[in-house]
């Protein structure tokens, strides 16, 4: 069974650029969740898709957004990127839709260094 | 709205020692509450949850974790840790009902180094 998997691996931009981050869900997993770790602290809440809709919202502004594809595949973007988007992104999926019980499975992330 | 403290950002034990990593959380609602590991370079991997029940709850590689409801803690243990538990570690906490959906709360992480 394949995991959670998450592209690019590692990504430099320059400030006020647009990135889009994709993850692939672990097979049968319909929630995916995104975070922001920033280096030295503890992974920050970005957003919720189920069903291709957003479910929940962390406390990020509109120039992050998502998408949910039939497949539960997901992306994230982020527009005019800051120096302190720079972060490690992780995306996490778990079966059986968003419970707050359910385990989230997470990918190895994806390094944003913004210039 | 919630909130995670790890008190301890770095704990250095020597291998086969035992190790308590701290977390307390603050809630208005009830809560689960979760232990994730982080290895250099990976993503995060799950150690244990509470749900509820037995306050004591047991997880993989041998972590186990107290809830203490009138502390608002959760504390991991380890009776004998292993050179291969150098990590960082993660506690985390969810609004315990279904309507808040996976609106995860990490602490800030305590880096365990197990020295030989």
């Known amino acids: 069974e394949t995991g959670v998997t998450q592209s690019p691996t590692h990504l430099i931009k320059t400030r006020g650029q647009q990135v889009t981050l994709r993850c692939s869900s672990q097979?049968?997993?319909?929630?995916v969740s995104w975070y922001q770790q920033a280096l030295g602290q503890g992974p920050q809440f970005i957003f919720q898709?189920?069903?291709?809709?957003?479910?929940g919202r962390g406390n990020f502004p509109p120039r992050f957004s998502g998408l949910q594809f039939p497949n539960y595949s997901s992306e994230l973007n982020v527009n005019a990127l800051e120096l302190d988007d720079s972060a490690l992104y992780l995306c996490?999926?778990?079966?059986?839709?968003?419970?707050?019980?359910?385990?989230?499975?997470f990918g190895p992330g994806t390094r944003l260094t913004v210039l | 709205a919630q909130s995670v403290t790890q008190l301890d950002s770095q704990v250095p034990v020597f291998e086969e020692a035992p190790v308590e990593l701290r977390c307390n959380y603050s809630?208005?609602?009830?809560?689960?509450l979760f232990w994730y590991v982080q290895y250099p370079n990976q993503g995060l991997q799950l150690l244990l949850k509470?749900?509820?029940?037995?306050?004591l709850v047991k997880g993989i590689n041998g972590f186990e974790a107290e809830f203490n409801k009138s502390q608002t803690s959760f504390h991991l243990r380890k009776p004998s840790v292993h050179i291969s538990d150098t990590a960082e570690y993660f506690c985390?906490?969810?609004?315990?009902?279904?309507?808040?959906?996976?609106?995860?709360?990490f602490g800030p992480g305590t880096r365990l180094s197990v020295l030989p």
């Open positions: 898709y189920y069903r291709e809709e957003e479910n």
């Open positions: 996490a999926s778990s079966p059986g839709g968003p419970r707050p019980q359910n385990e989230q499975f």
């Open positions: 985390a906490v969810t609004p315990g009902r279904d309507n808040y959906g996976q609106n995860f709360v």
């Open positions: 509470y749900l509820s029940g037995s306050t």
């Open positions: 097979s049968g997993h319909n929630t």
């Open positions: 809630s208005s609602v009830s809560v689960y």
